[in-house]
């Protein structure tokens, strides 16, 4: 048995990646994982706490101790059904949970040692249990209860509604997901690039689900097919968890020449279409050798790095405030920055211009300097005078967020919102003012994270099956 | 008897060239259109998402009817399906369904494929109790589709081509001056066609201050309001079409950058069909 003070003297292990010069051409992912001796290593660093303060900023109440322990013997299966008692997306989570911010900040070890970089890799070790249990076909051991006769209608397939699903089958109900676009994962397929989050990953825990009886109906948008009230008439429940697609623009002048993009349009384009793969596959997307993205979040990250993979000689991220306030994941800006994405700092676009044919040609931008805080604690930019400049790019690409998507709610008007357009739920059970109707994830929460859209889903979830449960199947 | 398959074509048919109509069986779909919303359909995997609208319902068969002119690479290979294959996706209804309402006269103006657009349109308001004036142009007489449908459905029923072959040679926006000059009050305009040919129309109804409607037809991916690639702008501010539209003012269209943006593929476009031409695979079959 190590002793403590032993464990803290490991250096954290790092995760082997692949060369930037390489990734850049690209579509693999980036970090190549660990191999079991590694994992083993990683997992002697874990203090093993009575208390385990890192369970308290997981979500999902991911058994940490317990599955590193598991590794740690070097008993892998038995971490991967540790994991997967409280996880349904494990190797999802354990690529794109912002871990620093979440189980790895609460970490002890993180706080003896007084350096975020320095804790436990959580994240990563899950990565590696959950890679492990894929590579030898595993599936999650769980006991499923009895059907209980009720039947459930979860809209929306991102990780929310994945979620809800996958712990309403394990409780012995129906569920039937139903999905607008013609894959299932919302976000995970759509958004998150292939050398960030293997679709094949998300292909295997989707399957997972089907094996547990969950029904996939793609293809399906709600609102337009079918109503939420026509829903409550054949399902006992209904889960909302629609997501934040909803892309923002900036609504400033030439925003919708040729060569604009949404990061959502380009994104979609790229990884649900496969526009690089064009002409083989049938949709086109534009490129060109300077791309301009205007954000700092993972989306932002995203987008960027996406451009460099499709050929872009220069690849520019401008940000209205300064490099502290981004934010992306750190782990994503220092892989954007190997591969050589440039960054800009407080700058802020004005206008885009064009060229004779009505193509993007370049920005007009100013300068920003930072101000007093604002509502979210973040200092606000505001524009210095007189500092307008202008940058040359054949493409812009608008990173500046997401909103909840609005389809549904128009269609349903007896669903109360928020003044930004979300879902008004109650935060421990995720009831709407809609009787048998739960909602989470970023239509509730705004564009939020892969995570706290699955621990909306868990306890949406456990209070839906009270409802049922209780409600004797009469609607109330 | 075998249950059918959703989304399995079940007849088809030639309109004119490179005009074709699919009916595909597709029950909840059908059963929930109304008249101005369309589908989303991918017809094969690595297939385009491209929208149609839905041109016609049979609600005792549980079946749309897409009516499609094969301009490229996707719309031609569509058209290669055969009854029994099947689209491999399709989502819809979608967009907003068309403000119907008894106006009193409504004049309805097609442009080439876009009559097919126009015909549940023109139902629904002859249903509404309107007196229906239809105006279609199309390029010449071999061109003309739905003439019988949309004669059943119209007061007045005027056909032109740009060649003269069928009835008077010219512009829609010919006639449409021609009802003015005649002095016949028109309520409503329903226009759908070329982007060129809404504009023009728009154009002429401003002056004269009629209610004009158009329906826009720009690059789609989702439809679902989640790309914003289908945005314009209506009168200064930012519309998704097609959660918003299809249908917009068209005295409020920003015309110019309609007609622009669906410019922005046409490398790509030309570059798909040749490539499609030159491997032209063999003809692809879903048929269970
Ligand atoms: C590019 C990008 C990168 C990101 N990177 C990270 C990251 O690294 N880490 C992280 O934690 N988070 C990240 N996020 C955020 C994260 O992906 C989201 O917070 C999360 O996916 C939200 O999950 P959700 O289930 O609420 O919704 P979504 O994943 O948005 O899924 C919603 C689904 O509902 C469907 N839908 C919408 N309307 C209807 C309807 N009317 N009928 C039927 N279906 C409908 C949509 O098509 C979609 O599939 C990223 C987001 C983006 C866009
Ligand atoms: C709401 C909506 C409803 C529609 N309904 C119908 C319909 O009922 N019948 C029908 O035939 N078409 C309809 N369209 C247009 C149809 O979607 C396009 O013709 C189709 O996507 C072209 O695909 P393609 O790959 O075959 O051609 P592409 O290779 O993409 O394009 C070939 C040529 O067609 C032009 N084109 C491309 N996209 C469009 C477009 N969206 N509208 C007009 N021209 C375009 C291009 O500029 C190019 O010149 C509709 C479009 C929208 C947005
Ligand atoms: S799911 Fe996310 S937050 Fe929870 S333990 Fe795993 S990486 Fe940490
Ligand atoms: S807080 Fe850190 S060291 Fe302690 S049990 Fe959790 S992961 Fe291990
Ligand atoms: S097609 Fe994507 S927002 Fe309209």
Not at chain 1, 450 to 460: D, E, K, N
Not at chain 2, 184 to 212: F, H, N, Q, S, Y
Request: proline fraction near 5%; charged fraction near 20%; include cysteine.
């Amino acid at each position: 048995m190590l002793s403590k003070k032993e464990r803290l003297q490991i250096a954290p292990v790092k995760m082997r990646e692949q060369r930037p010069e390489q990734r850049i051409h690209n579509q693999n992912e980036v970090p190549l994982g660990y191999s079991p001796q590694e994992a083993i290593l990683e997992a002697e660093r874990c203090l093993q706490c009575k208390n385990a303060p890192c369970i308290n900023g997981c979500p999902v109440e991911v058994d940490i101790p317990g599955f590193i322990g598991e590794i740690a013997r070097g008993n892998f299966s038995a971490a991967f059904f540790k994991v997967s008692e409280k996880n349904v997306l494990p190797a999802i989570c354990g690529r794109v949970c912002p871990q620093e911010e979440q189980c790895q900040a609460e970490c002890t070890v993180t706080k003896v040692l007084k350096s975020a970089e320095r804790s436990v890799n959580i994240g990563k070790l899950e990565r590696f249990v959950a890679d492990y249990a894929r590579e030898k076909g595993m599936r999650p051991r769980v006991a499923h209860q009895a059907k209980s006769g009720k039947k459930v209608a979860v809209i929306g397939s991102g990780p929310a509604g994945l979620t809800v699903a996958g712990d309403l089958a394990r409780l012995g109900h129906e569920v039937t997901l139903f999905e607008a676009l013609h894959v299932v994962g919302g976000v995970l397929v759509y958004g998150i690039p292939e050398f960030r989050l293997p679709k094949s990953i998300v292909e295997y825990e989707i399957d997972a689900l089907q094996q547990s009886g969950v029904g996939l109906k793609c293809n399906y948008v709600i609102g337009k097919i079918k109503s939420i009230k026509e829903m409550l008439r054949e399902f006992d429940s209904v889960f909302i968890g629609t997501g934040a697609g909803l892309p923002r623009f900036m609504e400033i002048p030439g925003e919708n020449l040729i060569g604009v993009y949404s990061a959502n349009e380009y994104l979609t384009r790229a990884n649900l279409m496969h526009a690089f793969d064009f002409p083989r596959s049938d949709t086109p997307i534009l490129s060109g050798d300077t791309v301009a993205v205007v954000g700092g979040g993972n989306v932002a990250m995203d987008a960027a790095r996406t451009a460099l993979r499709a050929g872009a000689k220069k690849v520019t991220l401008v940000y209205r405030r300064s490099e502290k306030e981004m934010p992306a994941r750190l782990e994503e800006i220092e892989h954007a920055r190997q591969e050589g994405v440039r960054f800009q700092f407080l700058v802020n676009p004005v206008r885009i211009l064009a060229d004779q044919n009505e193509w993007v040609s370049g920005m007009e931008l100013v300068r920003m300097k930072l101000g007093e805080p604002d509502s979210t604690g973040r200092r606000r930019p505001v524009v210095v005078p007189g500092s307008e400049f202008t940058m040359k790019t054949d493409l812009v690409i608008m990173a500046i967020g997401n909103s909840p998507n609005p389809l549904l709610l128009h269609e349903t008007p007896e669903l109360s919102i928020n003044e930004w357009g979300g879902i008004i739920a109650d935060p421990e059970t995720g009831a709407t003012s809609i009787a048998g109707v739960f909602a989470g994830g970023d239509i509730v929460l705004g564009a939020a994270t892969v995570i706290l859209a699955m621990g909306q889903g868990r306890r949406a979830a456990q209070s839906m099956h009270t409802y049922m449960m209780h409600s004797n199947g009469k609607k109330v | 008897m075998k249950k059918m398959i959703e989304n399995t074509i079940i007849a088809k048919k030639t309109l004119a060239p490179g005009i074709t109509s699919l009916k595909i069986y597709a029950p909840e779909i059908c059963a929930k259109h109304k008249a101005g919303q369309f589908v989303i359909l991918r017809g094969w995997p690595g297939g385009e998402r491209i929208p149609l609208t839905i041109a016609n319902t049979d609600r005792a068969k549980g079946a749309i009817t897409l009516i499609f002119q094969s301009v490229g690479k996707t719309t031609l290979q569509l058209a290669t399906l055969a009854v029994g294959d099947r689209v491999l996706d399709m989502a819809g209804p979608l967009g907003t369904r068309t403000h119907i309402e008894r106006f009193g006269t409504v004049v309805c103006i097609g442009g080439g494929i876009g009559t097919a657009p126009l015909l549940p349109i023109t139902k629904a308001m002859k249903a509404a109790g309107n007196k229906i004036v239809t105006i279609l142009g199309f390029r010449s007489r071999d061109y003309i589709i739905l003439q019988n449908e949309i004669e059943q459905l119209s007061d007045t029923l005027i056909i032109i081509t740009d060649d003269g072959s069928s009835g008077q040679k010219g512009l829609v926006t010919d006639v449409l001056q021609q009802l003015f000059a005649d002095g016949i009050k028109i309520d409503r305009i329903m226009a759908i066609g070329p982007a060129i040919m809404m504009r023009a129309v728009a154009e002429l109804t401003r002056r004269a201050a009629i209610p004009t409607i158009a329906s826009l037809n720009p690059i789609m991916i989702d439809g679902t309001g989640m790309c914003g690639g289908c945005r314009v702008t209506i009168n200064g501010s930012m519309k998704f079409v097609c959660v918003d539209g299809p249908e917009f003012d068209a005295h409020q269209v920003a015309w110019d950058e309609v007609m622009q943006r669906l410019r922005t593929y046409k490398q790509h476009e030309c570059r798909a069909l040749e490539n499609y031409q030159q491997n032209q695979p063999e003809r692809i079959s879903y048929a269970e």
